[in-house]
């Protein structure tokens, strides 16, 4: 059987959400954000609003259940009130009002902890998250319960997302969204999708990513093993970063009971999909994934869809960067790879007047002519040594044969490394963890030079 055509077709049919959907989801927004544009209390704050979350990372999926609704989130983007600073809460109230002087919401609203929640009528709902930057520069939205405010980057968020989805082919997202059906499927773990997003996501590496991610469904064993390679380490839950904002987890989302759930049924579902890889038939093949995916996952509307697919010889990833001259891959250097561990890059440039150094996550596309420093966050147990890799892409870079790629040492100390901002384009930086000649965590961080 084809299995990534069967995976590709199981999506289209059964678990993305619908176009129509998301095209309904576009139109609800626009309208809410009309009505609060309109309020004489909110209107005059807004600046903005911005997907995130599922809609942003496009990870929603089609309600599971019976009672499931699909949901989605954007940012209100609002001026700061100085009258409400000691009052964050008020930032909530103030939006729910503005709802509720409204005929089209003021029955549909409902304050939540973070945000204020519009219901549809069992189907959907979408929760507008105030979201302002205060005059020190921090990005914050509202914890309501605790009245303060928390710090946030969801576009750096995104862009994480996109970098790792980017780095697997493409198929991260479509795993992720695999693992959202298996949750609302099996009802076996619950988990929320920033904290799903994060684990797996985190476990992507930059390592062997033409084998590792070749496809969906090899992308879908791939991280569910080292996903349990990685749980396997942490008999409490580990502390859950924010990778795009420092200093920021999502412990406080979840708890030591959901963990120990999910950490149990991830090792079983990591078996179970590791079985189905290893089918030496279709009839098993099918028997084993129905055993993750229930009979939604073989239908007559799938397996039509599977054979269309089939049919255009369809291409799953997208091509891989051409090898630059000189350019060395870790793979190829007698490594092996057990990623058991976690490492975070931290990019910051370094402001020239001595103001406060700005994540790379934080901006937008940086100019030419900065210098950054690059550190790396990990919870590898010492000794080992950390192993950079600088990656310059674009015609400029090109047209100055330099390109780069090779593995290179720290050059400060804290095994960091400097680097300056000399070509427009889109670059990387990656950073390996190597304990006894074993990477053991690595990350991978995109620059994008204007």
Same mark, same amino acid.
């Given at each position: 059987?084809?299995?990534?055509?069967?995976?590709?077709?199981?999506?289209?049919?059964?678990?993305?959400?619908?176009?129509?959907?998301?095209?309904?989801?576009?139109? @609800?927004? $626009?309208?809410?954000?009309?009505?609060?544009?309109?309020?004489?209390?909110?209107?005059?704050?807004?600046?903005?609003?911005?997907?995130?979350?599922?809609?942003?990372?496009?990870?929603?999926?089609?309600? /599971?259940?019976?009672?499931?609704?699909?949901?989605?989130?954007?940012?209100?983007?609002?001026?700061?009130?100085?009258?409400?600073?000691?009052?964050?809460?008020?930032?909530?109230?103030?939006? !729910?009002?503005?709802?509720?002087?409204?005929?089209?919401?003021?029955?549909? %609203?409902?304050?939540?902890?973070?945000?204020?929640?519009?219901?549809?009528?069992?189907?959907?709902?979408?929760?507008?998250?105030?979201?302002?930057?205060?005059?020190?520069?921090?990005? /914050?939205? %509202?914890?309501?319960?605790?009245?303060?405010?928390?710090?946030? $980057?969801?576009?750096?968020?995104?862009?994480?997302?996109?970098?790792?989805?980017?780095? #697997?082919?493409?198929?991260?997202?479509?795993?992720?969204?695999?693992?959202?059906?298996? !949750?609302?499927?099996?009802?076996?773990?619950?988990?929320?999708? %920033?904290?799903?997003?994060?684990?797996?996501?985190?476990?992507?590496?930059?390592?062997? /990513?033409?084998?590792?991610?070749?496809?969906?469904?090899?992308?879908?064993?791939?991280?569910?093993?080292?996903?349990?390679?990685?749980?396997?380490?942490?008999?409490?839950?580990?502390?859950?970063?924010?990778?795009?904002?420092?200093?920021?987890?999502?412990?406080?989302?979840? =708890?030591?009971?959901?963990?120990?759930?999910?950490?149990?049924?991830?090792?079983?579902?990591?078996?179970?999909?590791?079985?189905? @890889?290893?089918?030496?038939?279709?009839?098993?093949? %099918?028997?084993?994934?129905?055993?993750?995916?229930?009979?939604?996952?073989?239908?007559?509307?799938?397996?039509?869809?599977?054979?269309?697919?089939?049919?255009?010889?369809?291409?799953?990833?997208?091509?891989?960067?051409?090898?630059?001259?000189?350019?060395?891959?870790?793979?190829?250097?007698?490594? !092996?790879?057990?990623?058991?561990?976690?490492?975070?890059?931290? =990019?910051?440039?370094?402001?020239?007047?001595?103001?406060?150094?700005?994540?790379?996550?934080?901006?937008?596309? /940086?100019?030419?002519?900065?210098?950054?420093?690059?550190?790396?966050?990990?919870?590898?147990?010492?000794?080992?040594?950390?192993?950079?890799?600088? @990656?310059?892409?674009?015609?400029? #870079?090109?047209?100055?044969?330099?390109?780069?790629?090779?593995?290179?040492?720290?050059?400060?100390?804290?095994?960091?490394?400097?680097?300056?901002?000399?070509?427009?384009?889109?670059?990387?930086?990656?950073?390996?963890?190597?304990?006894?000649?074993?990477?053991?965590?690595?990350?991978?961080?995109?620059?994008?030079?204007?």
């Amino acid at each position: 059987m084809d299995t990534n055509a069967h995976f590709e077709a199981f999506l289209d049919k059964t678990v993305n959400l619908k176009p129509w959907k998301l095209t309904q989801l576009d139109d @609800r927004v $626009n309208a809410i954000v009309n009505a609060l544009q309109r309020d004489p209390t909110i209107g005059p704050m807004y600046k903005e609003h911005l997907p995130q979350g599922s809609w942003a990372h496009h990870t929603i999926i089609n309600p /599971v259940g019976e009672f499931d609704e699909f949901d989605a989130d954007f940012l209100l983007h609002v001026e700061e009130n100085l009258d409400w600073s000691d009052d964050p809460g008020q930032y909530l109230r103030e939006v !729910r009002a503005a709802f509720k002087r409204t005929a089209t919401y003021k029955d549909k %609203v409902r304050k939540k902890n973070r945000c204020i929640r519009i219901g549809y009528a069992n189907e959907s709902h979408v929760d507008v998250v105030p979201n302002l930057t205060l005059a020190d520069g921090r990005q /914050v939205i %509202v914890n309501y319960r605790d009245n303060c405010f928390e710090d946030t $980057n969801p576009d750096g968020f995104t862009q994480w997302m996109h970098e790792r989805d980017e780095l #697997a082919g493409g198929n991260l997202r479509r795993v992720i969204r695999l693992l959202k059906y298996l !949750r609302d499927y099996k009802n076996t773990f619950d988990c929320k999708s %920033v904290i799903l997003t994060t684990l797996v996501g985190g476990r992507v590496q930059p390592f062997d /990513v033409a084998d590792r991610y070749a496809d969906i469904p090899t992308t879908l064993v791939t991280l569910l093993e080292d996903l349990d390679s990685y749980l396997d380490l942490h008999e409490m839950m580990p502390l859950l970063d924010d990778p795009s904002c420092p200093g920021t987890s999502f412990n406080h989302r979840w =708890g030591e009971e959901k963990y120990s759930t999910f950490k149990t049924m991830i090792k079983k579902y990591a078996r179970w999909a590791c079985e189905a @890889r290893d089918a030496t038939t279709e009839a098993g093949a %099918v028997a084993a994934w129905q055993k993750l995916f229930g009979p939604e996952f073989v239908t007559p509307e799938v397996t039509e869809a599977k054979a269309a697919i089939v049919a255009t010889a369809r291409s799953c990833r997208p091509a891989l960067d051409v090898r630059a001259p000189g350019e060395e891959f870790i793979e190829e250097q007698g490594y !092996r790879f057990q990623p058991r561990y976690t490492a975070t890059i931290d =990019g910051r440039v370094m402001e020239l007047n001595g103001g406060r150094a700005r994540t790379l996550r934080d901006r937008k596309p /940086v100019r030419r002519g900065l210098r950054l420093r690059f550190t790396v966050k990990t919870d590898a147990p010492h000794p080992y040594r950390v192993i950079w890799k600088v @990656r310059n892409r674009g015609d400029p #870079a090109t047209a100055a044969a330099d390109l780069r790629g090779a593995l290179i040492a720290p050059n400060q100390a804290g095994d960091a490394r400097f680097e300056s901002t000399k070509y427009r384009g889109r670059h990387y930086i990656e950073v390996y963890i190597v304990r006894e000649e074993v990477v053991v965590a690595s990350d991978h961080h995109e620059v994008i030079i204007q």
